[in-house]
């Protein structure tokens, strides 16, 4: 999954056109403004109620096409002195994709950082929306009290899934779980681990709050390894370094390794609308007419309804240990 999606010279997110309409997927800021500059008033709110430290890390992981963070910087030139006071900092792996950045952000320094745990000590304000969905997983299989793990195995030019023949172990998270039947399929996923604990600890240790943006669910349940190409699913090992391949997040994990305060996992339309989302479609809504109020009313639907990507993707924030709980959960 990793070397498919971040290879240098074959990896999807290095060589094909990922994004929009005629990409293999539209994520949400590229749906609507909306979107980013909510956020970017999350970002600002949670920096005001920590009383507006002089210097901060704005980190966002997996940035895209640098649509997000340019709504949230332009959401956010009013705020008095949010803007003096950070440094934007980006967490791409993909060559190609910092190089759209560049392009988009130009009107701010930028550094793009490729050690989350050398982050400066000072407070981390960050955002991820559906970075995590492509971080690699593994996959296990309780058999009784031991556990196998699957396993790509080639007979002979094809490739197929298969089961290690020696037991392995299995996180404690995983391992302890009462609720996994035999033969249940479960995943793990150790750098949404890693780097939850990384960046848990700087907002633990020097304040600070973030949001994590993601189609998944509490606790991993089931075989959720998917390819996308063209907007249609296709099969894993179809297309491998030019399809999207992705995996349910488990906030449960993410929760588990971080060491700050985690808010409860909250639906996104929900979140979207307690942030006010509805009130901004409509000022919006005023200065449109014709398709261009359609396509918003769309937008708008789309990020929110039960139906769309309202349930389906949820958000969790992290935050120092005895603050009060960010704004919308
Ligand atoms: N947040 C953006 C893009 C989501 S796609 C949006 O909402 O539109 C996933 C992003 O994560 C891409 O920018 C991809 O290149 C990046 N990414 C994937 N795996 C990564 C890794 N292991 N390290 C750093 N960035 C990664």
Known sequence: MAFCLNDPSFGYYHTQRVFGQNGDFITAPEISQMFGELLGLWLAQSWIEQNRPKQFTLLELGPGQGTLMADVLRATTKIAGFHDALRLCLFESSKQL????????????????????????????????????????????????????????????????????????????????????????????????????????????????????????????????QAVKDHKTVGVFDAPGTSDLTAHVDFETLAHFSSCAVSPMTPQGLFLERLGITERANILAKFLCDEALELHLAAHRRLTHPDEMGTLFKTMALYPSGQSIPAGF
């Open 98 to 225: 910092r190089i759209e950045q560049k392009k988009k952000l130009s009107r701010y320094a930028v550094r793009w950082e490729t050690n989350l745990t050398s982050l400066p000590d000072q407070p981390l304000f960050f955002v991820a929306n559906e970075f995590f969905d492509a971080l690699a997983i593994h996959q296990f299989r309780r058999t009784g009290d031991i556990w196998l793990e699957r396993i790509i195995a080639a007979k002979g030019e094809e490739l197929e899934l298969s089961m290690s023949h020696a037991p392995v172990q299995v996180p404690d998270i995983l391992d302890k779980r009462k609720d996994i039947a035999d033969g249940d399929i479960v995943e793990f996923c150790p750098d949404a681990a890693r780097i939850s604990t990384a960046l848990s600890a700087k907002i633990e240790n020097h304040g600070g709050a973030g949001v994590i943006i993601d189609y998944g669910n509490w606790a991993s349940r089931g075989d959720t390894l």
